[in-house]
């Protein structure tokens, strides 16, 4: 087990109803990590259309989640 | 320079940082909240980003187009909150001293900002639905729109 900091934002924090939370995870990526919070709140957005962000930088879904990360799931930009 | 602001954004003074004797052009885009996206009558926006993320990677842009074009100045601030139409959006300001870099380096600027930067756009319609531009998705579980109220 291990405590990942998440930050939500745009459509996730609405579909999610919250800004942050502290979660304990045994998932091993940030893939495996999406998928089961996907699975836990019915995101609607698939890995595909999202970039991930570990420790403040954009990751590969691959990267492999250490004690106290903190990630952002990027839902599609729309800036402009 | 790249920035968000929550503050509104004042183009003649964000114009007046580029002001530089060696310049012989100044190009400047303004992105503004227009009242109509896809057919629906828009009333208002959200913007929302991700900060030290945006801020880093405008910057990298920055940086990337500076690496490409002869320019001496570019800057791009970029508001989030909540905004009403005919709202500044997003400035950007590029001094060179030949106008082609100029202009090449704005569009270049904007263009990316649009792509890669983590802000997101929620718009706000006169039929009272919302949506999240950019990330609806297929099928009937992705329904973005909300009811009206």
């Known amino acids: ?80 | 320079m790249f920035r968000l602001s929550a503050q509104p954004l004042d183009p003649a003074q964000l114009a007046h940082l580029l002001h530089d004797p060696r310049a012989g052009a100044c190009v400047t885009f303004e992105g503004w909240v227009r009242n109509r996206n896809e057919g629906q009558a828009v009333q208002a926006l959200d913007y929302e980003a991700y900060a030290p993320l945006a801020e880093r990677e405008g910057e990298r842009i920055l940086a990337e187009v500076r690496a490409k074009l002869p320019v001496l100045e570019a800057t791009c601030v970029h508001r989030v909150g909540s905004l009403a139409l005919g709202d500044l959006a997003v400035w950007v300001g590029v001094t060179a001293e030949h106008r082609g870099a100029a202009f090449d380096a704005c569009r270049m600027i904007i263009d990316e900002v649009k792509a890669r930067v983590p802000i997101w756009k929620k718009e706000h319609y006169t039929s009272g639905t919302t949506a999240w531009i950019n990330c609806a998705t297929r099928g009937p579980a992705a329904d973005l729109s909300s009811p009206p109220k």
């Not at chain 1, 930050?7 to 990526?29: S, V």
């Not at chain 1, 879904?61 to 800036?79: H, K, M, N, Q, Y």
């Open chain 1, 1 to 80: 087990m291990k405590t990942i900091h998440v930050q939500y934002f745009a459509i996730l924090r609405e579909q999610r109803g919250l800004t942050q939370e502290k979660i304990a995870t045994t998932a091993a990526t940030a893939a495996d990590f999406y998928a089961e919070l996907r699975a836990r709140h019915n995101f609607t957005l698939a890995p595909e259309h999202l970039r991930v962000a570990v420790n403040e930088e954009f990751a590969p879904w691959t990267t492999p989640l250490r004690e106290g990360d903190s990630l952002v799931f990027i839902p599609p930009v729309a800036g402009g």
